[in-house]
Nanobody
Framework: QVQLIESGGGLVQAGGSLRLSCAAS????????VGWFRQAPGKEREFVAA????????YYRDSVKGRFTVSRDNAKNTVYLQMNRLKPEDTAVYFC???????????????WGQGTQVTVSS
């Protein structure tokens, strides 16, 4: 069993930065891939970024490439999402999720956090 808790969300002006953290409980967290997803009001949940269990592989949706960076520290059971040059369209609730598969599909992930709100003002 893995429990995930996101933190680091908030209100920021366009062009600003935030770093989200996803802290996990469970000894086996280092064996799981982690994905970040987001959901804006009235929209479907969408994939943002993923990182393999080792941290050696990462993948991003096109609209965040070059602005967002996903990383992990398995010694701390934590995954991070560094978000730079934020845009109003990045406004959403951000979720982290853990699963055995390194994937963009939300159904591939077994464990989810409760989400953290990111609001980018123009």
């Amino acid at each position: 069993q893995v429990q995930l808790i996101e933190s680091g969300g908030g209100l920021v002006q366009a062009g600003g930065s935030l770093r989200l953290s996803c802290a996990a409980s469970g000894r086996t967290f280092s064996t799981y891939a982690v994905g970040w997803f987001r959901q804006a009001p009235g929209k479907e949940r969408e994939f943002v970024a993923a990182i393999s269990w080792s941290g050696g592989d990462t993948y991003y949706r096109d609209s965040v490439k070059g602005r967002f960076t996903v990383s992990r520290d398995n010694a701390k059971n934590t995954v991070y999402l560094q978000m730079n040059r934020l845009k109003p369209e990045d406004t959403a609730v951000y979720f982290c999720a853990a699963g055995q598969l390194y994937a963009t599909y939300h159904g591939s992930y077994n464990y989810w956090g409760q989400g953290t709100q990111v609001t980018v003002s123009s």
